[in-house]
């Protein structure tokens, strides 16, 4: 297990942006695909974005994709995830989690596991 700890959300207006964290402690986050997800109250998990252990391979769900970028620094151990326009759709608990970098990479919300304790985003119309 490599305990994740998100951070960075915070309530917002809509047109805004975040930059949410993602930060391991104990083991080294290079060895692990990583992807983010999050969960509006009464709805599904949806998949967000993701990104290779290598950090050249970068995916987005449909909800995202063009106003958002993730990026990491393995030599912080940190994932990054910028929001760019937020909507007031974006409001939800936002995780990190992870996939093994012996594993090919696969998007979706069942890929990836031990997922932090999770950063609520707040978009106010």
């Known amino acids: 297990q490599v305990p994740l700890v998100e951070s960075g959300g915070g309530l917002v207006q809509a047109g805004d942006s975040l930059r949410l964290a993602c930060t391991a402690s104990?083991?080294?986050?290079?060895?692990?695909?990583v992807g983010w997800i999050r969960q509006a109250p009464g709805k599904e998990r949806e998949f967000v974005a993701a990104v290779s252990w290598t950090g050249v391979d970068t995916y987005y769900g449909d909800s995202v994709k063009g106003r958002s970028t993730i990026s990491r620094d393995n030599a912080r151990n940190s994932v990054y995830l910028q929001i760019n326009s937020l909507k007031p759709e974006d409001t939800a608990v936002y995780y990190c989690g992870l996939r093994s970098a012996t594993l090919a990479m696969q998007i979706g919300v069942r890929e990836f596991s031990s997922w932090g304790q999770g950063t609520q985003v707040t978009v106010s119309s």
């Open positions: 104990g083991r080294a986050l290079s060895s692990y695909h």
